[in-house]
């Protein structure tokens, strides 16, 4: 048993060293790709269910790495955490995002679609993540009311008074703040009378199982009940099948977005999905 311990050590060794420094050269890349221009962002329609009409546009991050493709975030937000470049990362994707949204105002376009940014955590050790994003709107011209921070419940757990003074201070602003992945994280609610909040944002994994559950249509049932009663809106995320559309607008549920409507597109692609959306 010991022999085969050692051997065991032995196959495995290289295999963990290969990742660490596979870790390390994807840091030290991302550096490189926040200063090379490589990163962009793709912006997802969100859309009233009973008209179809696009009311925002969630923004996301994609790296365009030099040899391994096109990357979505699951593959470096995490060590973009880790290393801290997500602040960085962050604010460059707002500024974008914030870009975006000067963009659909402009030329007298008649609809004005809101932008929805993911902020993680991290972004509020900063003291002045406020001040940024407002100085970044004002710089802009867009009006706080077309920006939406989406962030994840764990983030509210935390006891975090400059957060908590962030949130208030941005959203008395103006901008609206969104309750990202719902039910998916920790369980207490207890946050959700406390929290400065505006929207709801119903997790795929409810939406994707609507049409074939009876609990899981009771479950979202809930969750917009709750929604409503809180006066908060609502946003199901990741609908594909009209199916899943018609039953959440059957439940109460105002908003969406998802494949069934749009993937995520690029910037230009999203100004003739206005004109006909
Ligand atoms: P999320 O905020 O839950 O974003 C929704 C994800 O679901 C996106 O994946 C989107 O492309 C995908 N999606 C949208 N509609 C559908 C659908 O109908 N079916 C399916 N199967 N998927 C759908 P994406 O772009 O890979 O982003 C993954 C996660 O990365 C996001 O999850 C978000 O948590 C994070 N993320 C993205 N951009 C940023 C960013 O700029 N900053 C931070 N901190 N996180 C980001
Ligand atoms: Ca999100
Ligand atoms: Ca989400
Ligand atoms: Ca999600």
């Avoid at 900063?126 to 011209?141: P, R």
């Avoid at 400065?196 to 049409?211: E, G």
């Avoid at 559950?213 to 009663?229: E, M, P």
Wanted: aromatic content about 8%; overall charge negative; charged content about 20%.
């Amino acid at each position: 048993a010991k022999g085969e311990g050692k051997g065991q050590w032995r196959r495995y060794q290289p295999d963990l060293h290969t990742a660490i420094t596979e870790r390390l050269t994807l840091r030290t890349e991302l550096d490189a790709a926040l200063a090379g221009d490589q990163l962009d962002v793709e912006y997802q329609p969100i859309v009233a269910l009973s008209s179809g009409h696009t009311v925002g546009f969630e923004a996301l991050v994609r790296w365009n790495h030099p040899t391994r493709g096109r990357l979505g975030p699951q593959a470096f937000i995490d060590l973009a955490e880790e290393s801290g470049l997500i602040e960085p990362i962050g604010e460059w994707v707002l500024r974008h995002a914030i870009e975006a949204a000067q963009s659909w105002q402009g030329n007298g376009r008649a609809n004005r679609p809101y932008v929805s940014v993911n902020v993680s955590a991290w972004q509020f050790r900063n003291s002045t993540f406020a001040d940024k994003v407002l100085a970044e709107l004002t710089d802009h011209g867009v009006a706080p009311g077309l920006l939406m921070l989406e962030i994840t419940e764990s983030l509210l757990v935390r006891d975090d008074d400059r957060l908590w003074r962030d949130l208030a201070r941005l959203r008395q602003a103006g901008v609206r703040i969104a309750i990202d992945d719902f039910g998916t994280g920790y369980s207490s609610l207890s946050y959700l009378r406390a929290v400065p909040l505006d929207v709801l944002k119903i997790d795929r994994q409810f939406t994707s199982t609507i049409a074939a559950s009876a609990k899981q249509r009771a479950l979202v049932d809930g969750i917009v009940r709750l929604a409503h009663t809180l006066g908060l809106e609502v946003i199901a995320e990741g609908i594909e099948t009209s199916a899943e559309s018609t039953l959440l607008t059957v439940l109460g549920c105002p908003y969406g977005q998802g494949y069934l409507f749009a993937k995520p597109l690029p910037l230009p692609a999203t100004y003739a999905w206005l004109a006909r959306h």
